[in-house]
């Protein structure tokens, strides 16, 4: 399989655990964002979107979207599962992923970014103020979503809302978040550190990371 991504894309990163979790052999295609390669033409016959991450499978069929990405390696390849065994957890996993993807993650994606900065007139100082605004306000969410006490989002293994959830607390780091309100999620991202295929997901270890 071949993953098309970005070392410091959110969207990415969550491919790239599910795939470690389920101990796949794939090989990364960068696509740098900040070169806009994501818009050449040979990528947008890829992804029509302009977005990364694109899996290309052993077959030569193009997956597009991290968490359907993720959803077919948990149907497709053997390993843990990446969904609960009870349609309760897996509506609570999918609500939290969801969550991160659909109503956090779209709001500072690159492109929206540099649509506020370039066409909307906002300063460094704006931008901040917005990428805080809908972080803090997606992570609070996801932290009163956490029943119990559990080692993960949802039960004691690493699932769907986890690959969401670290990725997102990287970007909030990013953006130089505060991350004390969220004990529960800071639990879980420790919890995540220590498991190798969370390390080898990490944006700084991948081949087209900066030297550091
Ligand atoms: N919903 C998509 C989001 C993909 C996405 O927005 N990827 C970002 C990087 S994390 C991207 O490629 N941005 C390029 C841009 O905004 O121009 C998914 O989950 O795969």
């Not at 990163?13 to 033409?41: D, G, T, W």
């Not at 993807?101 to 906002?122: F, I, S």
């Not at 690493?158 to 909030?172: H, R």
């Not at 978040?177 to 529960?184: E, F, M, S």
Request: glycine letters at 4%; a negative charge.
């Amino acid at each position: 399989m071949k993953l098309y991504g970005y070392w410091r894309s959110s969207a990415s990163y969550r491919v790239r655990i599910a795939l470690n979790l389920k101990r796949a052999a794939y090989e990364q295609v960068p696509v740098h964002l900040v070169k806009q390669e994501q818009f050449s033409p040979d990528y947008l016959a890829l992804s029509p979107s302009g977005v990364v991450p694109a899996l290309v499978t052993d077959d030569g069929r193009v997956l597009l979207q991290s968490l359907a990405i993720c959803e077919w390696l948990d149907e497709t390849v053997s390993g843990p599962n990446l969904l609960p065994d009870n349609e309760y957890d897996r509506a609570r996993t999918r609500a939290i992923a969801q969550l991160i993807a659909c109503d956090v993650h779209p709001l500072g994606n690159t492109r929206v970014q540099a649509y506020l900065r370039a066409e909307m007139g906002q300063d460094d100082a704006r931008m901040t103020a917005w990428l805080h605004k809908w972080i803090t306000t997606g992570l609070a969410a996801v932290e009163a979503m956490i029943e119990g006490s559990t080692r993960f989002a949802v039960g004691n293994r690493a699932s769907l809302a986890d690959i969401c959830i670290v990725p997102q607390l990287y970007n909030a780091r990013r953006f130089s978040v505060d991350l004390t309100p969220y004990p529960k999620l800071l639990a879980i991202d420790e919890e995540a550190a220590r498991q190798q295929p969370f390390i080898d997901a990490a944006p700084e270890r991948q081949p087209d990371a900066p030297p550091p």
